[in-house]
């Protein structure tokens, strides 16, 4: 039997997802809502929807499955209702605001007997997986500095992004995966931590070496880099089109939209076969490691004279 999933929000990562789950011969795109009817509609004729529904709960009528891939600010409102419904629930990162919330929806998704995902789509990039598979080898050692930049041009959207908890907790969850605990320092957020369009973080690794994060909503001209220096080797890489290093086996040049397409396809890929039972997907207890850990650098920047600036 098909699993029939429910797309929650149809923006331009909405349209990957409902892509990529056309092409799964398991699933069945049952239903999208979004509170621009106009717009959910013709995301429904691009992807072969069934139905446009007019209500979050009408959405979920029918369904096994939602992906949450709306305005990030009522990720957990939906999320919540998706599982009250009884929906194996897949949320777009951030998941939701604070660790009461996430604590919230881990409850009801126990008390209910479904899935509850978060999208850690930078884990299933293809460099970072390669960086993943060496470390699992023992080929890098331990990771002495990180370094993180994302630079993205100003994008005009019914509602405001927050480069600190989106972009920024990307490359967090990677380090935290890599490395174990990391241990804040410093944050510099701009206008402040809630609403942030550049963030800069500073955090110790547990080698005592540096994790400098840094992304910014306002540049003109995009950029992304890491670099990565381990007791072993030296890495570099963009997190999509290439991967360097004086490792012969970390290596990679790829299209970054189609590293970035099939990162999220192999993600829903996973989410669906945990949803049938057929393997595990990442843990909820680690995007509530990863929430607490933005909260913690968020209270950095609120308590900072930069922060209050």
Not at 22 to 28: H, I, L, N, R, S
Not at 259 to 264: H, S
Not at 268 to 291: N, V
């Amino acid at each position: 039997m098909k699993l029939r999933v429910a797309m929650i929000g149809c923006g331009a990562v909405g349209s990957i997802h409902a892509a990529n789950l056309a092409k799964q011969p398991e699933v069945e795109l049952a239903a999208v809502y979004s509170q621009d009817l106009e717009s959910a509609s013709s995301f429904a004729s691009a992807h072969r929807i069934l139905k446009v529904a007019d209500s979050l709960k009408s959405a979920c009528a029918g369904a096994d499955v939602a992906i949450v891939c709306s305005p990030s600010a009522v990720h957990f409102e939906q999320a919540r209702e998706c599982l009250k419904a009884g929906l194996h629930t897949l949320i777009e990162l951030p998941a939701c605001g604070s660790s009461q919330e996430a604590e919230e929806l881990q409850t009801e998704a126990g008390q209910r007997g479904v899935l509850l995902g978060c999208a850690h789509t930078a884990r299933y990039l293809q460099p970072y997986a390669k960086i993943q598979l060496a470390l699992d080898a023992g080929w890098i050692g331990e990771i002495q500095v990180i370094n993180y930049l994302r630079c993205l041009r100003p994008n005009v959207r019914s509602w405001t992004d927050n480069a600190l908890v989106h972009h920024a907790a990307h490359a967090l969850d990677l380090a935290i995966r890599w490395c174990g605990e990391v241990e804040p320092l410093a944050c510099i957020a701009a206008p402040d931590g809630d609403s942030a369009q550049t963030a800069s973080i500073l955090a110790r690794l547990p080698s005592g070496g540096p994790l400098s994060v840094s992304v910014s909503y306002k540049a003109q001209f995009p950029d992304s880099s890491m670099s990565i220096i381990s007791d072993r080797c030296t890495i570099r890489t963009d997190g999509f089109s290439y991967l360097q290093s004086d490792l012969h086996e970390l290596r990679f040049s790829g299209d970054e939209h189609k590293v970035y397409v099939d990162a999220i396809g192999s993600q829903d890929a996973d989410f669906i076969a945990a949803c049938q039972g057929k393997r595990s997907f990442i843990s909820w207890s680690e995007t509530m490691r990863l929430i607490r850990l933005v909260g913690e650098f968020q209270t950095l920047s609120v308590l900072s004279p930069a922060g209050r600036a």
